[in-house]
């Protein structure tokens, strides 16, 4: 089943600029099956600035990566009320985006067990790219640490190369690496990429 980007506009806030495991329990509370769902991406919440710790939403934007099956089970999401760290948060009607097979991709932060620094990183990444069937070049960017259920996870920036139309529309629908529920190993063309205003705290 080809995936889809669900793109929600969503006013409120502010919300911590970490707030991935957050945004994911307050979606849950809504759609309880979203945690069984593992073909499913919450990215992290774009916003119009920042602080250090705040992520200030203006007239925002929330993406979910999904089937084009799951799209109905989603709806309930317009206009449900969520709460993220005691702000209300609103969510509009959603558009539908079709994923570009694109050369190159980024995502803001991909996590492996076990892969605390660049080397071992490196090593996670080329297998999982192995076991997708994918050929791409590594551009490995800065290390970065968020929380999830009180947990410190380390992860790293990623840029991927030289990848052919499959291949690329294959990493965007598979994700690389863990925690895709909480914006880990989810991927888009680099300039978009760069505009999403969240991210994790660099180490």
């Known amino acids: 089943?080809?995936?889809?980007?669900?793109?929600?506009?969503?006013?409120?806030?502010?919300?911590?600029?970490?707030?991935?495991?957050?945004?994911?329990?307050?979606l849950s509370r809504h759609i309880p099956a979203l945690h069984e769902?593992?073909?499913?991406?919450?990215?992290?919440?774009r916003?119009?600035?920042n602080t250090r710790e705040l992520l200030y939403l203006g007239r925002g934007t929330l993406r979910l990566r999904c089937p084009i099956e799951a799209v109905a089970t989603l709806l309930p999401l317009v206009s449900a009320p969520l709460e993220v760290a005691g702000r209300r948060l609103s969510l509009?009607?959603?558009?539908?985006?079709?994923?570009?097979?694109?050369?190159?991709?980024?995502?803001?932060?991909v996590t492996f067990k076990h892969a605390m620094d660049e080397s071992s990183f490196i090593v996670a990444v080329t297998r999982a790219l192995e076991a997708l069937g994918v050929q791409a070049t590594l551009k490995v960017?800065?290390?970065?640490?968020?929380?999830?259920?009180?947990?410190?996870?380390?992860?790293?920036?990623?840029?991927?190369?030289?990848?052919?139309?499959?291949?690329?529309?294959?990493?965007?629908?598979?994700?690389?690496?863990?925690?895709?529920?909480?914006?880990?190993?989810?991927?888009?063309?680099?300039?978009?990429?760069?505009?999403?205003?969240?991210?994790?705290?660099?180490?």
Do not use: N
């Not at 769902?37 to 919440?45: E, H, Q």
């Not at 509009?92 to 932060?109: C, D, F, K, N, Y």
């Not at 994700?175 to 300039?191: A, D, E, I, Y």
């Open 37 to 45: 769902r593992t073909d499913m991406g919450v990215f992290s919440l």
């Open 92 to 109: 509009g009607a959603p558009s539908l985006h079709a994923l570009e097979p694109v050369p190159a991709l980024s995502a803001r932060l």
């Open 141 to 203: 960017g800065r290390r970065r640490i968020v929380r999830i259920a009180g947990k410190k996870v380390v992860g790293f920036a990623l840029e991927l190369h030289g990848l052919s139309a499959e291949h690329s529309l294959r990493v965007q629908e598979q994700g690389l690496g863990g925690r895709r529920h909480m914006g880990c190993g989810l991927f888009l063309p680099p300039g978009r990429a760069a505009r999403v205003q969240s991210r994790g705290k660099a180490a």
């Open 1 to 26: 089943m080809p995936a889809i980007d669900l793109l929600f506009p969503v006013q409120g806030g502010p919300v911590p600029l970490d707030h991935a495991y957050l945004l994911f329990s307050a």
């Open 47 to 49: 916003g119009v600035s």
